[in-house]
C-alpha cells in the first residue's frame, strides 16, 4: 500500500492568512494527488485533483501542486468558511486508493 | 446535477452483514466515464477506501476487507449497492457513497486520473447488539 501523511495534524491561523498544508506519499506517485475538505457533519468535498487541478467551482484561493512525493495545499488568504479538515488523497495505485490522515485548519 | 443518496440501516448486529444502497439521480449510472465508490469514516477519525464497482460490473475492493465485502451495481435502477459480511464494532462508521471522475491525463496516453467528485450526504452505521 502506499501511506499518505500529512503535516501538520492541525494548525490555528486567522482569516487572511495564508496557509499551506504537506501532504507526502511513501513512494512517487506522480502527480496522481486529490484533494478533499471537509467540514463538520458533512461529506468530503473535492478541492483539487491532478495535484493541481482546481475543481470546478472551488474558488481560486486554493491551489495545489507538487509531484513525485511532496504535494502542497495552499490556501492564498483564509476565509471563515475555509474552517475544515483537509484530506490528500492518492489514486495512483488502486490497490488501495489512501487517505491522508488530514489536517484541521481552526481558527485562531 | 447529479446526487448521490445512502440508504440501509443504522443499526446492524454483530456478525451479521450491512447492506447499504446508493441512489443516483440527475445522471445516468450507465456511463464509462465514472467509477462508482464507498468510502467509510470512523467516528472521529479519517477516511478509509472501501471499494468502487464500473458499469459493466468490474469490481476492486481494498485487500484490508476484500475478504468481507462485496459491491454490486443495478444500471436498471440507477443503483449500486454494498455488503459486507461478519461485522464487528469495528465497522462502525458514517459511510459514503461517491462518483469518480475517470479524466484522462494530458500527454499521458492510456492515463487517466481518477478523483471523487460527487459524494452522498453520509450514512451513520452503529454495529451494535
Known amino acids: 500500500d502506499i501511506q499518505m501523511t500529512q503535516s501538520p495534524s492541525s494548525l490555528s491561523a486567522s482569516v487572511g492568512d495564508r496557509v499551506t498544508i504537506t501532504c507526502r506519499a511513501s513512494?512517487?506517485?506522480?502527480?496522481?494527488l486529490n484533494w478533499y475538505q471537509q467540514k463538520p457533519g458533512k461529506a468530503p468535498e473535492l478541492l483539487i485533483y491532478?495535484?493541481?487541478t482546481l475543481q470546478s467551482g472551488v474558488p481560486s484561493r486554493f491551489s495545489g501542486s507538487g509531484s513525485g512525493t511532496d504535494f502542497t495545499l495552499t490556501i492564498s488568504s483564509l476565509q471563515p468558511e475555509d474552517f475544515a479538515t483537509y484530506y490528500c488523497?492518492?489514486?495512483?495505485?488502486?490497490?488501495?486508493?489512501?487517505f491522508g490522515p488530514g489536517t484541521k485548519v481552526e481558527i485562531k | 446535477q447529479v446526487q448521490l443518496q445512502e440508504s440501509g440501516p443504522g443499526l446492524v448486529k454483530p456478525s451479521q452483514t450491512l447492506s447499504l444502497t446508493c441512489t443516483v439521480s440527475?445522471?445516468?449510472?450507465?456511463?464509462?466515464?465514472?467509477?462508482w465508490t464507498w468510502i467509510r469514516q470512523h467516528p472521529g477519525k479519517g477516511l478509509e477506501w472501501i471499494g468502487y464497482?464500473?458499469?459493466?460490473?468490474?469490481?476492486y475492493y481494498n485487500p484490508s476487507l476484500s475478504s468481507r465485502v462485496s459491491i454490486a451495481i443495478d444500471t436498471s435502477k440507477n443503483q449500486f449497492s454494498l455488503k459486507l459480511t461478519s461485522v464487528t464494532a469495528a465497522d462502525t462508521a458514517v459511510y459514503y457513497c461517491?462518483?469518480?471522475?475517470?479524466?484522462?491525463?494530458?500527454?499521458?496516453?492510456?492515463?487517466?486520473?481518477?478523483?471523487?467528485?460527487?459524494w452522498g450526504k453520509g450514512t451513520t452505521v452503529t454495529v451494535s447488539s
Open positions: 488523497q492518492q489514486s495512483y495505485s488502486t490497490h488501495p486508493w489512501t
Open positions: 464497482i464500473y458499469y459493466r460490473g468490474d469490481t
Open positions: 440527475g445522471g445516468s449510472i450507465n456511463s464509462g466515464s465514472f467509477f
Open positions: 513512494q512517487s506517485i506522480t502527480t496522481y
Open positions: 461517491a462518483r469518480v471522475r475517470i479524466t484522462l491525463v494530458q500527454g499521458v496516453p492510456y492515463s487517466n486520473y481518477y478523483y471523487m467528485d460527487v
Open positions: 491532478g495535484a493541481s
